[in-house]
């Protein structure tokens, strides 16, 4: 397992990229990925649960996950796609729903993208995950909310999953 966080280079853009490969085929990683029941079972740092509300995995169709924390507290993320090239990349908006702000009492970070990059690497894959700010001052905020560590975390679970599928 490989983790890379490239936002310290990346602190004169508006992105943060984070790197991870992992020990499966690119089309189990993509079908994780994308496959409702997949998701429910890994998305989200250790300990959360997800319940996937809604995946129209097609440009324009729209996803909304909640991802519910180890006491309870829902955190409702929503999105569309802009982009699906099957098993090599997704990209989305990625949007805090409605009532997310009542739980985290920040100025959240609007008008984030993020691009997901799935590279064939030796029968495993390495995924790149690109998450574009609209401003730097988005990207300081969305970096206090504890994104990097979050994805990192949901990684974790990802190389869980993929284990055992």
């Given at each position: 397992?490989?983790?890379?966080?490239?936002?310290?280079?990346?602190?004169?853009?508006?992105?943060?990229?984070?790197t991870?490969?992992?020990?499966?085929?690119?089309?189990?990683?993509?079908?994780?990925?994308?496959?409702p029941?997949?998701?429910?079972?890994?998305?989200g740092?250790?300990?959360?649960?997800?319940?996937?509300?809604?995946?129209?995995l097609?440009?324009?169709?729209?996803?909304?996950?909640?991802?519910?924390?180890?006491?309870?507290t829902?955190?409702?993320?929503?999105?569309?796609?802009?982009?699906?090239?099957?098993?090599?990349?997704?990209?989305?908006?990625?949007?805090?729903?409605?009532?997310?702000?009542k739980?985290?009492?920040?100025?959240?970070?609007?008008?984030?993208?993020?691009?997901?990059?799935?590279?064939?690497?030796?029968?495993?894959?390495?995924?790149?995950?690109?998450?574009?700010?609209?401003?730097?001052?988005?990207?300081?905020?969305?970096?206090?909310?504890?994104?990097?560590?979050?994805?990192?975390?949901t990684?974790?679970?990802?190389?869980?999953?993929?284990?055992?599928?």
């Amino acid at each position: 397992m490989s983790n890379k966080n490239d936002s310290t280079d990346a602190q004169s853009r508006h992105d943060i990229i984070i790197t991870r490969i992992l020990k499966a085929p690119r089309s189990l990683v993509f079908k994780a990925w994308t496959d409702p029941k997949h998701i429910a079972q890994w998305w989200g740092p250790k300990g959360f649960t997800t319940q996937v509300r809604e995946m129209d995995l097609r440009p324009g169709g729209k996803w909304r996950y909640v991802m519910i924390g180890p006491d309870g507290t829902q955190y409702p993320v929503k999105g569309v796609f802009r982009e699906i090239i099957p098993f090599e990349k997704i990209v989305t908006s990625d949007e805090f729903d409605q009532g997310f702000e009542k739980v985290v009492n920040v100025d959240l970070p609007k008008g984030i993208v993020v691009t997901a990059v799935f590279e064939d690497l030796d029968g495993n894959t390495k995924l790149t995950l690109q998450i574009m700010h609209e401003s730097i001052e988005d990207r300081r905020r969305h970096e206090q909310m504890g994104v990097i560590e979050g994805w990192n975390s949901t990684f974790d679970c990802l190389d869980e999953f993929l284990a055992k599928a």
